[in-house]
């Protein structure tokens, strides 16, 4: 099936989030809707027949947006699941917050309370529905702290009863699950240096094609049907790719987005998805994530998807062989499916 239709944006002009999302084709019976959930702009995918009980809700990775995961939460509610993609405060398609230097400020803490907030909103409004969260590379790491605050915290033990399960998906950007230092993570740092140093009032100039290998490294190319549309979104916000590669890379030193080993989820079945030959994020790491999680009492199930492809969510071949998988997952559970 082929979700993304060919670009009819100018390569100039300012790309919003629903100007974007306009140009890729849904498939029969789901539509889409924007929705914002504390203050966190979303996209909200709804089927048309519902098969089950649940809402699933998505967090992106540092770099990435909502659109990242429309092919993914496209064929999810293809499937009869509704699907809430959440953009992080800084992100593409965040109107609110425009300036690299608060962003920069960012914390895996704050991106967790944000979520947080979204989720409790989100059960508010759907009583009757159960929570799926899904968070990708970087967002898996926030989805782990929202969900131990959610725990911990007395006067939301009703929202936290509602979770029924975690997905993350190639789980990165903390102390455990380190960035790999390879060409993909040096040349997406070097892409990203003139838009942070123009914060600075510096000037700097890279030559294009550092910016075109660092979107390139790490992904199948040909698996994507409309390249320079995704390119466009990934060259939006090049400063904040930087500075979020750059604080994953080194958390030694910049300790507030390491990984804390007090975070405890409770015993949530977790569904650990990582890439078998992934460029950034190792599949030691995977697998490592899952050891760690089981031993603080989570159940995990580990899945290994033979792709090179980190960012697998967006490629609707890859994507689909994913909403399987968590298909297949979802179907152990009791008194989810109708």
């Keep these: 099936m082929n979700l993304i239709s060919k670009s009819t944006l100018r390569r100039n002009n300012r790309i919003t989030l629903e100007s974007f999302l306009n140009g890729i084709k849904l498939p029969r019976g789901v539509n889409r809707v924007y929705q914002r959930f504390n203050n966190i702009k979303g996209v909200r995918y709804l089927p048309t027949r519902e098969t089950s009980n649940l ?10 947006s909502a659109p990242f995961f429309a092919p993914y939460a496209a064929l999810t ?31 895996i803490e704050d991106y967790a309370e944000y979520v947080k907030r979204a989720l409790i ?28 605050s959610l725990k911990e915290d007395e006067n939301e033990s009703e929202t936290y009863k509602k979770i029924a399960g975690l997905i993350i998906s190639s789980g ?44 390139f490294a790490g992904i199948n190319i040909k698996q994507f049907t409309d390249i320079a549309r995704v390119f466009d979104l990934y060259k939006a916000e090049p400063g904040r790719v930087f500075m979020q590669l750059l604080r994953a890379s080194f958390p030694s030193i910049l300790g507030e987005i390491a990984y804390k080993p007090d975070l405890d ?60 998988e968590k298909i297949n997952w979802l179907k152990t559970m009791p008194n989810i499916f109708s």
């Design 55 to 64: 809402i699933e809700v998505t967090v992106n990775g540092m770099g990435q």
């Design 77 to 107: 509610a293809e499937k009869g699941i509704e699907t809430i993609c959440l953009t992080l405060p800084g992100h593409f398609g965040d109107e609110n917050i425009s300036s690299l230097n608060f962003f920069s400020q960012l914390t």
């Design 121 to 148: 909103e989100i059960a508010s409004q759907n009583p009757e529905k159960k929570l799926i969260v899904n968070g990708h590379s970087m967002g898996g790491q926030i989805v782990l702290s929202a969900i131990t």
């Design 172 to 215: 990165a950007g903390t102390s455990f699950a380190r960035i790999r230092h390879t060409i993909a993570m040096v040349l997406s740092v070097a892409a990203g240096l003139p838009s942070y140093l123009a914060s600075l009032g510096k000037t700097f100039k890279i030559p294009n094609f550092v910016a075109r290998w660092s979107f």
């Design 265 to 324: 989820i409770g015993n949530i079945p977790v569904l650990n998805v990582y890439a078998i030959i992934d460029p950034l994020v190792s599949a030691k790491t995977g697998l490592g994530l899952s050891t760690l999680l089981t031993r603080k009492g989570a159940t995990v199930t580990t899945l290994g998807l033979m792709t090179r492809n980190h960012n697998y969510i967006t490629v609707p071949e890859e994507a689909i062989e994913l909403v399987d």
